[in-house]
């Protein structure tokens, strides 16, 4: 059996010595690394082993010894347990500096770029109560309904009312609808059996509209009384402008499943962003940080510095949020997007905000935008908005083969970012400057938007 330099349940005295980038302190013993929860750099801490592996271990705080001067009062440790805040501990100045060298991190590590300008991270005035939309597991309890979130790597449910990073409003309406459910005497899912019926509740909240959309994620179509109980919601919660069941049969950790049922008023509700107006359906994707969004989208807009002449390609478009906001800059927009629903709403809300010259498209972006260069579309710029794995590498030969001037990107996940940023580099695409930009105070998730300008 192997040896290790710390063995489970075994109590030490360690230092502090660097953050992972998920926000855990490092502590060292004879080389062996040490990730320990809610303990930062420079503090000397007492610690309770609770795991040991090949390469590292984990530990927990029994006790601080000295406290780093960056410490900030913890609002709720379970904040830290669950997953939900795990930067909450630090205070909100050295959690935007910890974002800025995550992204010059992975420029040097990973994109050998270690000279490209990144910038200091732009956060919120007030960082915390800016979710504008929550998914909140359900699980019964001895006989009650209960809502919370799991701690972090189990399936054990730990019971929240005040989420610290949500709007209030929506931390309010979770309370009111799970205890409408209990009235009613709907069953949690139960995940070990597969048996029950309510899996998650799921809010959203306008920011500016304070309209809110509620979803009820079921295990089966059949829902007894279902209409009664978005009626009786809306009564309580007169913000309430949608109840949707969404149908979820499957045994998976996929919180949505594909078929949506209107129990109340509309099927979509009603935002604004940067002045524009936005419907917003049960899938459809919409940064859940609508002031931040604003910030990170003006940012893409200012990078790209666009002329009235622009052609632009809005690739992973959503419902359109990015392409509408510089449409009227521009000669003309064409969006593309996976997703029907999505585009579907895309179309809507260029008609709404009475654009005239976006274009939505249903497909990938890499073979959409062929097709596009095949009709004599050639972009001056593109702006992509992918998910956390970032580009795909046929993507990123056919966003070069359009030979657009300059390339926007905006980025949830540095490491995929840098790495796709050296791919374009080796097709003729230099990276001039990127700017982070804080979605999500309170957790080590990074925005940045990278200019990327084709080299001559």
Not at 86 to 102: D, R, V
Not at 139 to 166: C, P
Not at 328 to 345: F, M, P, S
């Amino acid at each position: 059996m192997k040896e290790y330099p710390v063995q489970k349940n075994q109590r030490l005295t360690v230092s502090i010595i660097d953050l992972t980038h998920e926000g855990m302190g490092v502590a060292k013993v004879d080389g062996y690394p040490l990730f320990i929860e809610n303990s930062l750099p420079g503090e000397e801490v007492e610690v309770l082993v609770i795991k040991v592996g090949n390469k590292f271990g984990f530990a927990k705080v029994e006790n601080w010894l000295t406290e780093s001067p960056d410490r900030q009062p913890i609002k709720d440790v379970d904040l830290l347990r669950t997953g939900i805040a795990p930067l909450s501990h630090l205070s909100y100045e050295k959690q935007l500096e910890f974002k800025q060298e995550q992204v010059k991190n992975v420029m040097k590590k990973i994109a050998k770029m270690p000279d490209v300008p990144v910038y200091e991270t732009l956060g919120m005035e007030k960082p915390f109560g800016y979710r504008n939309k929550a998914q909140i597991p359900v699980r019964r309890v001895d006989g009650e309904l209960m809502t919370g979130f799991y701690r972090k790597n189990s399936h054990q449910m730990i019971a929240i009312d005040d989420y610290y990073i949500q709007d209030p409003a929506i931390d309010e309406a979770i309370s009111v609808i799970r205890n409408i459910l209990q009235r009613f005497d709907v069953r949690a899912y139960d995940e070990e059996s597969h048996k029950g019926m309510l899996r998650h509740i799921i809010v959203r909240r306008g920011h500016y509209t304070h309209e809110m959309m509620v979803i009820l994620v079921t295990r089966k179509e059949k829902f007894f009384k279902g209409d009664l109980i978005a009626e009786t919601i809306n009564k309580e919660l007169p913000e309430v402008v949608s109840v949707i069941q969404n149908i979820n049969e499957d045994k998976t950790n996929v919180i949505l499943g594909k078929e949506n049922r209107v129990l109340f008023g509309k099927d979509h509700m009603i935002d604004k962003l940067l002045g524009n107006t936005f419907r917003i359906s049960p899938q459809s994707f919409f940064q859940v940080n609508t002031l931040q969004a604003e910030v990170l989208y003006q940012t893409a807009i200012d990078f790209a510095d666009l002329k009235k002449s622009d052609v632009v390609i809005d690739a992973y478009s959503g419902i359109g949020t990015i392409g509408i906001s510089l449409a009227n800059q521009v000669k003309d927009v064409y969006g593309v997007e996976v997703t029907r629903e999505a585009i579907l709403d895309a179309q809507i809300n260029a008609e709404k905000n009475h654009i005239d010259n976006a274009y939505y498209q249903v497909g990938k972006a890499e073979v959409v935008m062929k097709k596009w260069l095949e009709r004599e579309i050639n972009p001056t710029v593109i702006i992509v908005d992918p998910p956390r794995k970032g580009l795909a590498e046929s993507f990123i030969q056919s966003a070069a083969e359009t030979k657009a001037k300059k390339v926007v990107y905006i980025s949830c996940n540095p490491a995929t970012l840098a790495r796709d940023l050296k791919l374009f580099q080796e097709l003729g695409y230099k990276t001039e400057k990127i700017q982070p930009v804080d979605l999500f105070p309170q957790s080590y998730h990074t925005e940045a938007v990278a200019l990327l300008v084709k080299e001559k």
